[in-house]
């Protein structure tokens, strides 16, 4: 079995009574802190909203997603997800990425095929 390099978390939901989200930025920063290459997911209609700035409420996220993308944890938005909601790249954090929903899936074949970690919370 290869050695894990790389960390690839998916986050499909963003229910703010669940503890998904805030288990993903735990993990991701624990991960990157170990060394490893750590890359977040955000997919589907709920998933995606981690991403976006500018929202009101209790559990915005804001500070743990500025902590996560200083140190360097890279975060692709799923633009599918995105179009379906009407979010804009530009109401995104600065430093996350909005890539096709084929990219996404091609990511999961290779972190599969390269015997990496994907965590699906």
């Known amino acids: 079995m ?6 690839l978390l998916l986050l499909k939901n963003m229910v703010y009574e669940s503890t998904s989200p805030l288990e993903v930025v735990r ?3 624990y991960y990157r802190k170990k060394g490893l290459e ?3 997911v955000l ?3 709920m998933g ?5 700035k ?5 559990m915005r996220y804001e500070e743990e ?3 996560c993308l200083d140190m360097g944890i890279e975060f692709i938005c799923c633009d599918l997800a995105a179009s379906l909601i009407g979010l804009k790249e530009q109401e995104l954090y600065t430093g ?3 890539v096709k929903s084929f990219v996404v899936a091609d990511l999961l074949l290779k972190y599969q095929e390269e015997g990496q970690l994907i965590i699906s919370l």
């Open 48 to 52: 995606i909203l981690l991403a976006k």
């Open 38 to 40: 750590v890359t977040v």
């Open 43 to 45: 997919w589907g209609p």
């Open 2 to 7: 290869p050695k894990i390099t790389k960390v």
């Open 96 to 98: 996350v990425r909005m």
């Open 54 to 58: 500018d929202k009101i409420g209790r």
């Open 65 to 67: 997603m500025h902590e």
């Open 27 to 29: 993990f991701a920063k």
